[in-house]
């Protein structure tokens, strides 16, 4: 029995051996292993032996990660509170310095990328916000890019998603809006009247220097006021014939 018993405990740590030694990784898993505290390469994927209790590893998924920024508060460049969100896009090349340049790499990325929306965006008015979204967004892409390429990560995109108004100022940006359509609709009109002036002006020129064009537009505005049947017509004398009858 006590023979059968030692068997038994001996299987036991073998297998217990066994497992502490056997690793499978999957195809987007990297192991970052560590022989005796230091660093002695990246295995995998798929089957890897480590020695137990000399070696030990760390897994590393290399996949893409969706990463969501919390809501920040930022102040424009033209004094204007606003609540802006994003979402970044990034993804580990890298797996031993991703493991041995920083302590938790996923949360050193996520909070340099809010203190980087935060740094790019107070820069910037509120209408860029607005209107020149893919310009932040390459903006704060490169930055961070550049910044966690020590760590061994690769920034792919980011995307702002929301920049929440406060009500108050969401009526005073309309108010200004409505200004503005105004001030285009008054200049519009006033280069149509310009214009216009203008036209008459050139037309009224002609007419002076051909006497005979002017007899045509006398005519012309008669037809036309002819076309009502309901028109009572007074036809003004020509200038011409009173100076003849004046010589009789």
């Known amino acids: 029995m006590i023979d059968l018993a030692s068997y038994l405990a001996l299987a036991v740590l073998a297998i217990i051996i066994l497992m502490q ?30 020695i137990p209790i000399v070696q ?32 970044l896009y990034f993804r580990v090349i890298d797996p031993d310095r991703a493991v041995i340049q920083v302590e ?4 050193a990325t996520s909070q340099l990328a809010q203190t980087t929306l935060r740094s ?15 310009k932040l967004n390459r903006d704060i892409e490169e930055i961070l890019d550049a910044q966690t390429e020590a760590w061994g990560i690769k920034v792919a995109n980011v995307e702002i998603k929301h920049v929440d108004i406060d009500e108050s100022m969401v009526r005073a940006i309309a108010r200004q809006a409505e200004a503005e359509r105004n001030r285009r609709a008054r200049i519009i009109n006033a280069d149509g009247e310009k214009q216009a002036a203008q036209a008459m002006l050139e037309a009224a020129q002609t007419l002076a220097g051909q006497p005979e064009a002017m007899q045509l537009r006398y005519l012309s505005t008669l037809y036309d006021i002819g076309a009502d049947k309901n028109s009572t017509i007074v036809f003004p004398m020509p200038v011409e014939l009173g100076t003849l009858l004046s010589k009789m």
């Not at 990784?25 to 890897?48: C, W």
């Not at 938790?104 to 949360?107: K, S, T």
């Not at 509120?126 to 893919?134: P, T």
């Open 104 to 107: 938790d790499y996923m949360g």
């Open 21 to 50: 030694a056997v690793k499978i990784l999957r195809e987007y898993e990297r192991a970052v292993v560590f022989t005796l505290g230091r660093y002695s390469g990246v295995k995998g994927p798929g089957l890897i032996l480590l």
């Open 56 to 87: 030990q590893m760390v897994k590393v998924d290399l996949r893409t990660i969706v990463l969501d920024v919390p809501s920040q508060d930022v102040i424009s460049r033209d004094n204007v509170s606003v609540k802006v969100s994003a979402v």
């Open 120 to 134: 790019v965006l107070g820069k910037h008015d509120l209408d860029e916000m607005l209107g020149e979204r893919d």
